[in-house]
C-alpha cells in the first residue's frame, strides 16, 4: 500500500471483509496492531492467518491515513452508499471472496478491476495457483482485467508472466504473484488514467476452470507416477496438507521429490526410513517424502512413533 499511497494516485478507501457482524472489527483490530512492532505476527496467532491479513492490510491504511470499511456484504446497501459516497474512479479487487452485483460493477467511472493469479482465460476460478502446479506448469502469470458479472471472464488489461520454478509451491508461486502485482499495479493505474490501456475480450475456448477441492483432496495415491504425485504435494500446501496413512495413523508432508524406481515393489510400500524421510514406492519409480510427521503428535512423539512402525516393506495408503 505505501507505493500506492505514495504514487500521483489517490487511496479513496479500502473495504475489508469480515464473515459476520459478530467478528471483530478489522478497524478496531488496525488500530491496536498500529502500536505493535509485529501486528501481522500477533495477529495471526491470536485471529488466524486470514484475519492478520486483514489486520495487516488495515494497519497499513492507518498509518497511510486512509478511510477503512468493513462489510459483510460487499453488495448491500450500505456498502454501495459508502462507495456512492467515495466516488472512486476505479474498485481494485483481488480475491474477493463475494461476486460483485450489477450495481456495485457500474458506480466507479473507469470500473472494477481485478488481479487474478493465471494468464487467463487459464485457470479461472478459485484455485489457479494449485490448477498451475498440479498440471506441471513451468508459467503462470497475474492478470489484471475488467469486472463483470462472470467469475474471471472480463476484458483483458494486463498479464505479466511469472516463471514456476521446479521447488516452487503454493506458498512460493504466491510470493511471486503477490510481488508481480505491486509491480504491476502503478502500470495499470496510470495506462487507465492516460487512456494507453486497451480492453481485449478473453479467448473463451481456451478457458479452464479448477474444480473445488477440499481436506481429503490432500490424501496421496501411491498409484500415481512419480511426477504426478510431486505435483500434487507442490500444488496442495499451503491450503490442503498432503498426508498418507500408516495403519489409522495419519502421516503429512509439505514435500517430497521423485526419485529412483523401486525395483517392482507395490505402490505405498516403504522402501527406507531415515528421521527426515520415508522413501515410498510409487506406480512407476519412487517418492522422497520429507519432514514426515504424524497429525497431531509433538516432533519428539511423532519421531518416536515413525522410527518404531515404518519399516521397509511395509505399506503406506488409505485409512485401515
Not at 505476527?41 to 470499511?69: D, P, S, T, W, Y
Not at 472480463?154 to 503477490?178: E, R, Y
Not at 521423485?258 to 525395483?263: E, W
Request: charged residues 20%; glycine residues 6%.
Amino acid at each position: 500500500m505505501w507505493r500506492l499511497a505514495h504514487s500521483r494516485h489517490e487511496i479513496a478507501g479500502v473495504f475489508i471483509h469480515q464473515k459476520s457482524s459478530n467478528a471483530p472489527m478489522p478497524g478496531l483490530l488496525m488500530k491496536t496492531a498500529s502500536r505493535l512492532p509485529k501486528a501481522h505476527a500477533v495477529a495471526k496467532r491470536i485471529f488466524g492467518a486470514r484475519q492478520a491479513e486483514r489486520v495487516a492490510l488495515g494497519r497499513a491504511a492507518h498509518l497511510n491515513k486512509v478511510r477503512v470499511c468493513a462489510c459483510t456484504d460487499i453488495n448491500d446497501n450500505r456498502t454501495l452508499e459508502v462507495v456512492r459516497e467515495l466516488n472512486p474512479d476505479v474498485l481494485l479487487t483481488m480475491t474477493w471472496p463475494k461476486k460483485f452485483g450489477a450495481e456495485l460493477l457500474n458506480l466507479p467511472r473507469f470500473g472494477c478491476i481485478n488481479c487474478h493469479p493465471s494468464l487467463l482465460p487459464k485457470h479461472r476460478g478459485r484455485f489457479p495457483l494449485t490448477a498451475a502446479l498440479l498440471a506441471g506448469e513451468t508459467e503462470t502469470g497475474v492478470t489484471f482485467h475488467l469486472m463483470n458479472e462472470e467469475y474471471d471472464a472480463g476484458d483483458i488489461l494486463l498479464q505479466k508472466p511469472i516463471t514456476i520454478a521446479p521447488q516452487d509451491n503454493g506458498v512460493t508461486l504466491f510470493k511471486k504473484c503477490g510481488l508481480m502485482v505491486l509491480d504491476s499495479l502503478i502500470e495499470v493505474l496510470d495506462g487507465i488514467a492516460e487512456v494507453r490501456l486497451s480492453p481485449r475480450p478473453q479467448e473463451t475456448q481456451q478457458d479452464s476452470l479448477m474444480p473445488g477441492l477440499n481436506q481429503t483432496d490432500g490424501l496421496i495415491d501411491w498409484n500415481m507416477a512419480s511426477t504426478q504425485i510431486a505435483c500434487k504435494v507442490r500444488a496442495l500446501y499451503p491450503w490442503i496438507m498432503p498426508h498418507t496413512f500408516h495403519r489409522d495413523q495419519r502421516i503429512d508432508f509439505i514435500a517430497c521429490e521423485a526419485a529412483a524406481g523401486a525395483n517392482g515393489a507395490a505402490p505405498g510400500q516403504v522402501l527406507t526410513y531415515t528421521d527426515k524421510s520415508i522413501l515410498v514406492a510409487t506406480q512407476d519409480a519412487a517418492i522422497l517424502v520429507k519432514s514426515p510427521r504424524v497429525t497431531g503428535f509433538s516432533q519428539w512423539r511423532s519421531r518416536s512413533y515413525l522410527k518404531t512402525h515404518i519399516k521397509s516393506g511395509g505399506l503406506l495408503g488409505a485409512k485401515s
